[in-house]
Nanobody, 125 residues
Framework: QVQLVESGGGLVQVGGSLRLSCAAS????????MGWFRQPPGKEREFVAG???????GYADSVRGRFTISRDIAKNTVSLQMNSLKPEDTAVYYC???????????????????WGQGTQVTVSS
């Protein structure tokens, strides 16, 4: 059974940084495409960043150049380094994984099969 547990959220001032981590069960980080999504208050869930099974990465336009997705296969974790945070980055952030065989990241949340419980990020101005 795949389990994803996010951590690292919190309250930060505009321009600050946070690092989110997603701890995955069962060695899935090395063989599944994974992504980070977020859901701002009152809005739909949206794609933030993705990493393929081979390590290729992609980003939403709104975060490109500020956020970095990475993975540590030995620790079975996927991280999201967030710099130069803005108030519009305030959201619940979710880690997600695609099923085995789906090796590429995608911006569509419906293409991910496993989700964490989310972690709140609040950027104050």
């Amino acid at each position: 059974q795949v389990q994803l547990v996010e951590s690292g959220g919190g309250l930060v001032q505009v321009g600050g940084s946070l690092r989110l981590s997603c701890a995955a069960s069962g060695g899935i980080v090395s063989n599944k495409a994974m992504g980070w999504f977020r859901q701002p208050p009152g809005k739909e869930r949206e794609f933030v960043a993705g990493i393929s099974r081979l390590g290729n990465t992609g980003y939403a336009d709104s975060v490109r150049g500020r956020f970095t997705i990475s993975r540590d296969i030995a620790k079975n974790t996927v991280s999201l380094q967030m710099n130069s945070l803005k108030p519009e980055d305030t959201a619940v952030y979710y880690c997600a994984a695609r099923r085995t065989g789906r090796t590429a990241w995608t911006i569509s949340s419906g293409e991910y099969d496993y989700w964490g419980q989310g972690t709140q990020v609040t950027v104050s101005s």
